[in-house]
Nanobody
Framework: QLQLVESGGGLVQPGGSLRLSCAASGATLDRYAFGWWRQAPGKEREGLSCISRQGASITYVDSVRGRFTISRDMMNNTVYLQMRSLKPEDTAIYYC???????????????WGQGTQVTVSS
């Protein structure tokens, strides 16, 4: 079973940066595409970004494009989300998830991490 553990969240001021990490274990990483999602209280979970099995195909939702960067390191079995120019509306729990192909549907992602809290506030 693929296991995912997010880390790197915390409190940051508006305009600041954070890098989230997703450590994967228990399965062959190159079988999966990886996505980053977030969910704020009272809101639906939204997909932010996805990186393909080969790592060459990358997608971003409009609200984070140009500010967030997704990447993967096969040697370290880790997926990253570099976040820059953070805004208060970015405050949410951030989740890493794995699927066979990148998708905008929550149900297509087979494995999820426990989430890491990101709070953007002055």
């Amino acid at each position: 079973q693929l296991q995912l553990v997010e880390s790197g969240g915390g409190l940051v001021q508006p305009g600041g940066s954070l890098r989230l990490s997703c450590a994967a274990s228990g399965a062959t990483l190159d079988r999966y595409a990886f996505g980053w999602w977030r969910q704020a209280p009272g809101k639906e979970r939204e997909g932010l970004s996805c990186i393909s099995r080969q790592g060459a195909s990358i997608t971003y939702v409009d609200s984070v494009r140009g500010r967030f960067t997704i990447s993967r390191d096969m040697m370290n079995n880790t997926v990253y989300l570099q976040m820059r120019s953070l805004k208060p509306e970015d405050t949410a729990i951030y989740y890493c998830a794995a699927s066979y192909y990148c998708s905008t549907y929550v149900a297509d992602f087979r494995s999820w991490g426990q989430g890491t809290q990101v709070t953007v506030s002055s």
